[in-house]
């Protein structure tokens, strides 16, 4: 399986939020925008691999500016890392009133854990991830941190059940 550039997956994609998409007084539902990101997230990995993806987990979810209605949302999603059959996808999303003459603002970010499934819906192989820059290589050390770290949690989720039982 021939690896893959962080550019080949990467996507942006704009949302103008709507009032259905928000309260009584225009704020936008915080899970409307977790769905965009996870929408997101899941074309980036299934641009990866090629193969149906789910979402395992996501991680560091932060608001850091409320959404309103009539203004644009776009999330941009790449990938961090790469394991053997998951995928770490950074998805930031960036908030735009358009009658005003501001740049966008970063409202959110969040790391999502994406897995390939083979046709029977089982975990499958993904292409490894080619680092090119500086920065991609620090982002795939982070996101390896945040891999090995999930897992040791993983584990010890698992010794503490098989205790109790």
Do not use: W
Not at 138 to 159: A, D
């Amino acid at each position: 399986m021939k690896s893959k550039t962080v550019d080949q997956s990467k996507v942006s994609v704009g949302h103008l939020m709507q009032p259905d998409q928000a309260n009584i007084e225009g704020n936008v539902h915080g899970g409307e925008v977790m769905k965009l990101m996870d929408s997101c997230a899941g074309i980036v990995a299934r641009r990866h691999s090629r193969r149906n993806t789910v979402t395992a987990m996501v991680d560091e979810l932060e608001f850091m500016y409320p959404i309103h209605v009539g203004e644009l949302v776009t999330c941009y999603g790449q990938l961090t890392y790469v394991g053997k059959q998951s995928m770490e996808v950074l998805v930031t999303v960036t908030v735009e009133d358009l009658q005003l003459s501001q740049p966008p603002k970063v409202a959110l970010t969040a790391y999502f854990t994406m897995v390939a499934l083979d046709i029977n819906g089982n975990p499958t192989a993904v292409p490894e991830l080619e680092l090119r820059t500086d920065e991609e290589r620090r982002l795939y050390e982070e996101g390896e941190k945040r891999y090995l770290r999930h897992k040791e949690n993983r584990q010890k989720r698992k010794e503490k059940e098989k205790a109790e039982k």
